[in-house]
DNA sequence: TTGCGTTCGTTACAGGTTCTAACGCACGGA
DNA sequence: TCCGTGCGTTAGAACCTGTAACGAACGCAA
C-alpha cells in the first residue's frame, strides 16, 4: 500500500480518526455555546460513548482546548500565508484575509484572541505559529516603508525588536505591522462581540476605512 | 432621622449590605481566576454562609455577573466623566483615563469588552451607561473637528448616526470617536490578554503614539 | 492459526458546581 | 406581645471534571 495517510497502525489511524471527530464536535458546541461551556461529558455522549471514554484521547479539558487553539492559529497562519503567495503579500489583502477569517468562525477567533484564561499559558509551538504570522505581516510592511523614515515609537521598537524574530524590517515597518495588528483587532473584536449591533453603520466600511487610513503614508 | 441612607427598613439595609458584600468577594474572585471560574458556593463559603444562602440576594450566577458589569459600566463612566470635568473633555486625557482604569483591575475591563458570552444580552439600563460614554466621547471629539472637512466612512456615519443619541457631532468628531475606541480597545485588549509579553517593547508607549495618531489631523 | 499484550470502553466513585424544595428560626413592624 | 416576612439551613436532583479498576476486543507475532 501507499503510505499517504502518514499514520501506519490501524489503531494509529483510528485515534486519529477519534481525535478528529471529538475536536469537531467541541467546535459546534464551542459556535453554539461558547469555549468555557464546552463540556467533554456532552461530547462523549453524543458520540455515543459514556463520559470518562474520552480521557483516552485527551488528557483533560485543557488539553482538547490547548489542541483546539493550535488548530486555530494553525487556520489562520494557513490563510494569511496562502494570499501572501497570491497576492504579493499587498497590506490590504492580508487585512481583508484577516477579516474573512474571522468572520467565518468567530469563536475560533475569539479563542486566540479573546479573554485570556488566567492560569493558562500556551506551549511553544503555538507562539511559534503566531510569529510565522507575524514574518509574513513584517515582510509585507517592509515592501511598503522600504525607506519610510522611522517614527518615534518605531525607533524604540528598532530598539526592542527580538520579538521580530531577526527580520530586516526598517523602523517604519515595525510600527506599521503593530499598529495593523491592533487597529484591525480593535475593530473586528468589537465587530464580533456585537458592540456594534444596533448602531446602523456598516462594519465592513469602517474595517475598510481602518485599513485605508493604516496603508496610507501618514503617521502609520 | 435623617433619610441619608436612602434604604428604610433594617431589613433592606442589612440586604444592601450583604449584595455588596457578596459582589466584593466576587470581584475578589474575579480578579484572581477570571469571570469564568466564579463559584457562588466558593463565595458563600467564604462569607460563613452554605451554598444556596445566596439565591435569596441573587437569583443565580447570570443575575451576580450582569450586576458586576452594571458596576464594571458605571465604573468607567465615572472615570470618564471625573476627567471629561476636570480636564475639559480633552481626548488626550480621555484616553489615558481610560488605559488607566482598564490596568487597574484588567478582569474588569475583560468582563465588559471581552468575549462575549452567546447567549446573553445586557439589559437596556447597561446600554444606556454605554452611551453616556459615547456622549463624553463624541462632545471631546466635536470640540477638535469643529469644522473638519467629513472623510468617506465620516459621511456613511452621518447617514446613520442613531446610536449618537441626537449628538450634533459633525462626520468627522463621529469618525474620530469610533476610531477613538476602536483603536484604544485594539492597543489596550492584546496588552491586557498578554499577547505583548516577551515582545521587549513599552506597551504605554505604544499606546501613547496611537494616541497621538488618533489626536492628530490626518485621516482621523 | 493461535496466543498474548496493548489499548479501548465500560462502570463505580469522589468531589465539585448550579439551583430547587422544604423546613425552622429569628427579626421587626404593628 | 404577637405574627408574618424574610433569612439560613439541610436534602436532593442534575450536571460537570477526573481517577480507578475491570473486561473485552483488537492487532501483532510466533
Redesign the interface.
Given at each position: 500500500m501507499t503510505q499517504d495517510d502518514g499514520t501506519k497502525t490501524p489503531r494509529e489511524r483510528y485515534r486519529a480518526q477519534v481525535r478528529t471527530e471529538i475536536k469537531e464536535r467541541a467546535w459546534e458546541q464551542i459556535a453554539?455555546?461558547?469555549?468555557?461551556?464546552l463540556s467533554l461529558n456532552a461530547i462523549a455522549k453524543q458520540m455515543g460513548m459514556s463520559g470518562p471514554a474520552l480521557y483516552r484521547y485527551y488528557s483533560g479539558r485543557d488539553d482538547l482546548i490547548t489542541e483546539l487553539v493550535r488548530d486555530a492559529y494553525r487556520s489562520l497562519a494557513d490563510a494569511i500565508a496562502a494570499t501572501a503567495a497570491k497576492d504579493g503579500a499587498e497590506v490590504q489583502a492580508l487585512a481583508h484575509a484577516l477579516r474573512d477569517w474571522a468572520l467565518r468562525d468567530p469563536h475560533r477567533y475569539?479563542l486566540i484572541?479573546?479573554?485570556?484564561?488566567?492560569?493558562y499559558h500556551a506551549p511553544d509551538d503555538i507562539t511559534a505559529i503566531s510569529s510565522e504570522i507575524m514574518a509574513i505581516l513584517l515582510e509585507a510592511c517592509a515592501k511598503v516603508d522600504g525607506d519610510a523614515p522611522a517614527?518615534?515609537?518605531g525607533t524604540?521598537?528598532e530598539e526592542?525588536?527580538?520579538?521580530a524574530n531577526g527580520h530586516p524590517a526598517p523602523p517604519a515597518a515595525l510600527?506599521r505591522a503593530?499598529?495593523f495588528?491592533?487597529?484591525?483587532?480593535?475593530?473586528l473584536?468589537?465587530e464580533l462581540?456585537?458592540?456594534f449591533t444596533?448602531?446602523?453603520?456598516?462594519p465592513a466600511?469602517?474595517f475598510?476605512?481602518?485599513v485605508?487610513?493604516l496603508t496610507?503614508p501618514?503617521?502609520a
Open positions: 453554539t455555546a461558547g469555549a468555557s461551556a475569539f484572541y479573546g479573554t485570556p484564561v488566567p492560569g517614527t518615534a515609537f524604540h521598537l526592542h525588536r527580538d520579538w510600527h503593530m499598529t495588528w491592533t487597529r484591525l483587532h480593535g475593530v473584536s468589537l462581540a456585537g458592540h444596533g448602531m446602523g453603520f456598516d466600511r469602517f475598510a476605512a481602518e485605508d487610513a496610507g501618514c503617521p
